[in-house]
């Protein structure tokens, strides 16, 4: 089992550009999450899926949209970018929402 | 104030120590989770508890829900040990449940 894996690694863009964050997970979870993490920060929740079907908004949702293309995928879609959204990205899924979260490896994303 | 509070923000110690990372928080959790956030950046969960006490290998958790406070102990440290350790509480967001994380403690743990 590969887990919760994400593409790409390492991004950069320039402000106004759009771009996709694929995450994937092959542990048959329902719940799917997309976090991001800055310095001095503690990780906040962009949006979330509690099952296949659903997307919410969590804390910062402002700037991102999301997908939940199966029970496997769940992408988040910048627009357009701006230099606030530098950030790395994870990934997380879930069983079902109030269960331990396996995280995917992380996207490092700079926007110029 | 932040929700979720951890202490010490950074620490170092030596190999062989016994050490103990705080997690205070301020809002009604259901649980509590301890992860570690290794040098490279990979996020791993280690606990999650709602009451009492957990054990695994030189980790262990505790949690006081009446005082709002949960400790990480790592015995007989090793540098291995050395990460980032997040404490996350799970609390209700809009009839669904999220998690709030804490800011982080870097450990480093010296041969």
């Known amino acids: 089992n590969a887990g919760v894996t994400q593409t790409p690694k390492f991004q950069v863009l320039k402000t106004g550009q759009s771009m996709t964050l694929q995450c994937a997970q092959d542990m048959n979870h329902n719940s799917m999450y997309w976090y991001r993490q800055d310095p001095g920060m503690g990780l906040r929740l962009i949006y979330y899926?509690?099952?296949?079907?659903?997307?919410d908004k969590g804390e910062v949702p402002n700037g991102y949209n999301v997908s939940r293309l199966n029970k496997r995928e769940f992408s988040l879609r910048l627009e357009s970018a701006a230099p606030s959204q530098t950030s790395v990205y994870f990934c997380?899924?879930?069983?079902?929402?109030?269960?331990?979260?396996?995280f995917g490896p992380g996207t490092r994303l700079t926007v110029l | 104030k932040n929700e979720v509070e951890q202490s010490p923000q950074n620490l170092t110690a030596q190999e062989g120590e016994f050490i103990t990372i705080n997690c205070s928080y301020s809002?009604?959790?259901?649980?509590l989770h301890w992860l570690q956030q290794h040098p490279g950046g990979g996020i791993v969960s280690l606990f999650m508890?709602?009451?009492g006490k957990k054990k695994h290998g030189r980790l262990i958790a505790t949690i006081n829900i009446q005082e709002k406070h949960s400790s990480l102990h790592i015995t007989a440290s090793h540098p291995r040990d050395s990460a980032v350790y997040i404490c996350?509480?799970?609390?209700?967001?809009?009839?669904?449940?999220?998690?709030?994380f804490g800011q982080g403690t870097r450990l480093t743990i010296n041969p």
């Open positions: 809002v009604g959790i259901s649980a």
């Open positions: 508890l709602s009451s």
């Open positions: 997380a899924s879930s069983v079902s929402q109030p269960n331990t979260q396996y």
């Open positions: 996350a509480v799970r609390t209700p967001l809009q009839g669904a449940q999220k998690l709030v």
């Open positions: 899926s509690a099952s296949e079907g659903t997307t």
